[in-house]
């Protein structure tokens, strides 16, 4: 990633967050957190792109890179099985009364659906010291975790002395990886920018399908040249490397060492102009 140039906006009033998008500059939007860098890289090769950033930022025998945080909360029916437990009801009919209720209902849904719901009614109705539990408990932190994708690299000196990441906000050791206690949303009001380091995982699988079915091709016709085409050519390196592991798996290697994979540069053109030279051929006889 490279800055091309910087453009210094100057305004008497206080201006709406932007968004910068790559081409199109800043955009005007509601938003009030940092913006971040989100990349897509091939599901399979994730973990590559974290471990390249622990060793170009982590020198000197300090820890800068570290993953953010995340909490699952209590949700309804987890907070009512646990209340309810507390006040002695019965496990059966709890585990009744939830399984009518909707995943994601919310405490207004809950009475929402209580007005077509008999059972749940008389329920609410019956614990009433239950409902009113629940609803303190509700969107409470349950559980810490690490977050799938986001990746923080704090800067490398504070104050005018070298820094770690340890100086910015409370990390811990979670699995044997460093990982805030804060959320993502907390790192963004302390200054620090994360990365969300994406995987693209249709396209692994949709490489490692047409993988195999070139694998099967080569064991077959053990060709010169396969070529790649239409839209999927477009994804290059993401979708090469599922292929490849699949043609290894799938087929013999004294067999595909001799055959090459090309994507082509035809793109979406692919198609028409190869129908195109099929109909030339066949009208000149070629076959």
Same mark, same amino acid.
């Not at 949709?206 to 079915?213: D, E, N, Q, S």
């Given at each position: 990633?490279?800055?091309?140039?910087?453009?210094?906006?100057?305004? =008497?009033?206080?201006?709406?967050?932007? +968004?910068?998008?790559?081409?199109?500059?800043?955009?005007?939007?509601?938003? %009030?957190?940092?913006?971040?860098?989100?990349?897509?890289?091939?599901? +399979?090769? /994730?973990?590559?792109?974290?471990? @390249?950033?622990?060793? /170009?930022?982590?020198?000197?025998?300090?820890? /800068?890179?570290?993953?953010?945080?995340?909490?699952?909360?209590?949700?309804?029916?987890?907070?009512?099985?646990?209340?309810?437990?507390?006040? /002695?009801?019965?496990?059966?009919?709890?585990?009744?009364?939830?399984?009518?209720?909707?995943?994601?209902?919310?405490?207004?849904?809950?009475?929402?659906?209580?007005?077509?719901?008999?059972?749940?009614?008389?329920?609410?109705?019956? @614990?009433?010291?239950?409902?009113?539990?629940?609803?303190?408990?509700?969107?409470?932190?349950?559980?810490? #975790?690490?977050? %799938?994708?986001?990746?923080?690299?704090?800067?490398?000196?504070?104050?005018?002395?070298?820094?770690? *990441?340890? =100086?910015?906000?409370?990390?811990?050791?979670? +699995?044997?990886?460093?990982?805030?206690?804060?959320?993502?949303?907390?790192?963004?009001?302390?200054?620090?920018?994360?990365?969300?380091?994406?995987?693209?995982?249709?396209?692994?699988?949709?490489?490692?399908?047409?993988?195999?079915?070139?694998?099967?091709?080569?064991?077959?016709?053990?060709?010169?040249?396969?070529?790649?085409?239409?839209?999927?050519?477009?994804?290059?390196?993401?979708?090469?490397?599922?292929?490849?592991?699949?043609?290894?798996? @799938?087929?013999?290697?004294?067999?595909?060492? +001799?055959?090459?994979?090309?994507? #082509?540069?035809?793109?979406?053109? %692919?198609?028409?102009?190869?129908? *195109?030279?099929?109909?030339?051929?066949?009208?000149?006889?070629?076959?």
């Amino acid at each position: 990633m490279k800055v091309t140039h910087i453009k210094i906006r100057k305004a =008497d009033t206080p201006l709406t967050v932007m +968004d910068s998008f790559v081409d199109r500059g800043l955009t005007e939007g509601g938003h %009030a957190s940092l913006p971040d860098i989100d990349v897509d890289y091939a599901s +399979d090769r /994730r973990q590559e792109i974290k471990d @390249y950033l622990e060793e /170009r930022y982590n020198v000197d025998g300090r820890q /800068r890179v570290f993953s953010a945080g995340t909490f699952t909360t209590m949700k309804l029916k987890a907070a009512l099985k646990d209340v309810a437990r507390v006040h /002695r009801v019965p496990h059966a009919i709890v585990n009744y009364i939830t399984a009518m209720i909707d995943d994601g209902t919310d405490w207004t849904g809950l009475f929402i659906q209580a007005t077509t719901n008999r059972k749940l009614r008389e329920f609410i109705q019956t @614990y009433p010291e239950v409902i009113e539990d629940v609803r303190g408990l509700l969107g409470q932190p349950k559980a810490a #975790s690490i977050h %799938a994708s986001a990746i923080i690299v704090t800067p490398d000196a504070r104050d005018g002395r070298p820094a770690e *990441c340890f =100086d910015y906000l409370p990390v811990r050791k979670m +699995d044997g990886a460093l990982v805030s206690e804060f959320d993502g949303y907390s790192v963004d009001e302390i200054g620090l920018l994360k990365e969300d380091v994406l995987a693209i995982e249709i396209l692994e699988s949709v490489g490692h399908t047409l993988g195999k079915a070139i694998a099967g091709l080569i064991n077959m016709f053990n060709p010169e040249v396969i070529v790649i085409g239409g839209t999927l050519s477009v994804a290059k390196e993401y979708l090469m490397l599922p292929v490849r592991n699949a043609i290894n798996k @799938y087929s013999l290697m004294l067999v595909n060492k +001799d055959t090459q994979i090309r994507l #082509s540069t035809l793109g979406e053109r %692919a198609g028409v102009m190869g129908a *195109c030279i099929l109909a030339r051929s066949k009208s000149l006889g070629l076959f």
